[in-house]
């Protein structure tokens, strides 16, 4: 595996009384793309710039195969950043972008001749050597900035949202892109991104962060399935969340008393009291909306009348308020017609059943 | 219909123009072809004599002098007003520092100058401070030579090098210093590859608002420097109110002003070189992709004539 170990250890930084980063630790492993998940001003630009060598964190070390970088500046890292804005040079032709970093280095003419074209190709850009930056689309850029930051070979690529600029068709397009040079790079990336959908879609693993803080840090699937934080559930994807006291336990079976909802069967490992107050989620897709009522073992139902119903194609989601008072939220995907679904609309009134064991705790002893 | 008062607007300016600009311009012109009057003014009377009286050593001495000191003057500023700038660019209280910059235009020109005779004058502010640690008490003779002269020069027009620069740098995205940084640019070549090149035209316009004045100089040369700072404005000056040949001081001036046009018509209207590579590209790299761009270090402007 090519690509290089990236160890984030203790750092903190601050900016004034804003404190970007509060102590954070991280192990990126070589080859793996790592993203970076949160809202913005969660902190995680700030650490990306300083993997990069921009800021100084002010505590803490930073680490790229073992070796601490800190001090170095950003010319000395075996790094190389995507530029949200792209930063491509304006006076200088596509192929001379790409071309800078080996004019830098003083790359005999010959290499740098085929070594751009190679990094051009790689982004299917060769067509366009001879254009200047103003004169190229949003996704034309990206791809400069990206064969660009590729042409030095780093072990680690930096992409600082690198998308975000452009329409959500092209983001889609090329996102995929990247994960195929990723493939065939096989280096280091670390994405940053607040798009969850993104950073579901491509990552080796995630490190979601808020306020300066990284919450969990786990595989797409974990991250979605077992959030550690409501934050967590709350920020990738839809989640229904519930609060309430822990009444009883048996084995890995609690029943609990969740507000808006009542007794609430909820079968999680995590180890918890009788007493404590517990958060727990579910996700929309794991509810199911139907006429009758129907039954089934640790399978919690609630009777409720349809306050939204939203159709996108291929689901709809229904925002339901169940009788007890909860407001939750419904995906039903359209598999199939033959189903014989019944039409739910507007008013209706339903019942929703969720087993206990797709009901997670995401915190205990809640305030 | 729609109407078109475009001539209306401009009839003004161009009367102001016409009246202020090109008739005196061409009364000069007249008056280079004219002869000598015997206390000043001008002989109704066709004559080269003043061409002919201009290929003289002195004057081409004077001449070459104000070419070097002109751009020494100018060099100099330039380098100073470029980090100026920047500084003020990047700075967060931008009006409180271009404020500072523009200041010394509410005090009158003269007075600016006979400032600086205050400050390194045998008695000035310099010599007796260097006289109260120690130095020797005859002081230093700093006025009344070349390199004063150029200090002047750069002290008057560095504000009309500082504002062209700053508005310029001020639109440049210092992304892409990160950019560069980032690419395995040390600093300086950050500098040098990526925001120069991009901020060429600030550049351009800072010469020619240093260049052009400080070629013309009269003021400073005459208070602050010696009977060896003489520049052709003196020179201009001198024939005018002292030996009282009009038509010698108009052709000097013309021939002045001709050159100056000249020259920073070539200066504004040379392009930067454009990056050419061949246009077709084998994107399959046969054996020698024939790819020599050019070195992207073409990019300084280049000098003035």
């Known amino acids: 595996m090519k690509g290089s170990d990236v160890t984030v250890s203790n750092v903190s930084k601050s900016f004034g009384t804003f404190s970007a980063l509060k102590d954070v630790s991280l192990d990126i492993h070589k080859g793996e793309f790592f993203s970076l998940l949160g809202p913005s001003g969660c902190g995680k630009t700030t650490l990306l710039r300083a993997i990069a060598g921009f800021e100084d964190p002010d505590s803490g070390v930073i680490g790229i195969d073992g070796t601490d970088v800190s001090g170095l500046p950003p010319d000395k890292r075996h790094c190389n950043t995507v530029f949200q804005s792209y930063a491509l040079f304006p006076h200088l032709s596509v192929f001379e972008n790409v071309a800078f970093p080996l004019r830098i280095k003083k790359t005999p003419k010959k290499l740098i001749g085929e070594l751009v074209l190679k990094h051009l190709a790689l982004v299917q850009l060769e067509a366009h050597a001879n254009k200047k930056p103003n004169q190229l689309s949003g996704g034309q850029k990206q791809r400069v900035a990206i064969a660009r930051a590729l ?3 780093p072990s680690v690529l930096l992409l600082d949202e690198p998308l975000s600029a452009l329409d959500a068709k092209l983001r889609q397009h090329m996102l ?11 280096i280091t990336f670390i994405y940053v991104t607040h798009d969850q959908q993104e950073a579901l879609s491509v990552s080796d693993r995630i490190a979601v962060m808020n306020a300066g803080q990284v919450l969990q840090v786990g595989s797409p699937q974990q991250i979605y399935e077992n959030p550690a934080t409501e934050f967590v559930a709350r920020f990738i994807g839809e989640a229904n969340v519930f609060k309430g006291e822990v009444l009883s336990r048996s084995g890995t079976l609690n029943v609990m008393n969740a507000e808006g909802f009542g007794e609430m069967l909820v079968d999680d490992e995590t180890p918890v009291d009788v007493g404590d107050t517990i958060i727990v989620t579910i996700r929309p897709e794991k509810i199911r909306i139907s006429d009758d009522k129907p039954s089934g073992r640790e399978l919690n139902v609630v009777r409720g009348v349809v306050e939204e119903p939203i159709y996108s194609g291929f689901q709809t989601k229904y925002v339901v308020r169940a009788d007890s008072g909860a407001r939750i939220t419904i995906f039903r995907q359209h598999a199939n017609w033959s189903e014989g679904i019944p039409d739910i609309a507007w008013k209706d009134e339903v019942f929703l059943s969720f087993a206990a064991r797709d009901l997670v705790i995401v915190e205990k002893n809640a305030r | 219909m729609k109407r078109n008062y475009g001539m209306a607007y401009a009839t003004p300016q161009a009367l102001w123009l016409t009246v202020f600009f090109a008739a005196p311009l061409l009364i000069i012109i007249a ?17 080269f004599q003043a061409y002919v009286d201009m290929a003289n050593p002195t004057l081409l001495t004077v001449a070459v002098r104000t070419l070097w000191v002109s ?3 100018t060099i100099i500023t330039i380098l100073i007003a470029l980090p100026c700038g920047y500084s003020i660019a990047r700075s967060k209280n931008q009006a409180i520092r271009l404020f500072l910059v523009i200041v010394p235009f509410w005090t009158n020109f003269l007075v600016r100058i006979y400032a600086w ?3 390194l004058g045998n008695e000035g502010f310099v010599n007796q401070a260097l006289r109260l640690i120690g130095f020797r008490p005859e002081g230093f003779q700093f006025l009344y030579n070349q390199g004063a002269v150029i200090l002047v020069l750069v002290y008057m027009y560095l504000p009309y090098a500082i504002l062209p620069l700053f508005s310029t740098i001020d639109k440049f995205d210092f992304n892409l210093l990160e950019a560069a940084r980032d690419l395995g640019a040390t600093k300086m070549q950050s500098y040098l590859r990526v925001m120069l090149p991009n901020i060429k035209g600030g550049v351009v316009t800072a010469v020619l608002f240093t260049f052009i004045p400080i070629f013309g100089a009269y003021a400073v040369p005459l208070l602050i420097g010696g009977k060896d700072s003489y520049m052709l404005g003196n020179v ?5 109110t002292k030996t009282r040949n009009w038509p010698l001081a108009s052709a000097i001036s013309m021939t002045v002003t001709l050159l100056t046009a000249v020259s920073v018509f070539l200066f504004a209207l040379k392009k930067p070189k454009e990056q050419h590579i061949e246009k077709d590209i084998d994107p ?14 073409g990019s300084v402007p280049a000098g003035g004539h």
Not at chain 2, 285 to 295: E, F, I, M, R, T
């Open chain 2, 236 to 240: 201009i000056a001198d024939q005018v």
């Open chain 2, 71 to 73: 751009l020494a003057a």
């Open chain 2, 117 to 119: 005779i205050a400050i």
């Open chain 2, 284 to 297: 399959l790299g046969s054996s020698s992709p024939k790819l020599d761009a050019p070195q992207g270090s």
């Open chain 1, 176 to 186: 995929m892109e990247l994960d195929s040079i990723h493939d065939k790079v096989g």
């Open chain 2, 31 to 47: 008056y280079s072809f004219l002869r000598k009057g015997l206390y000043g003014g001008v002989e109704p009377q066709l004559s």
């Open chain 1, 151 to 153: 042409i030095n070979e």
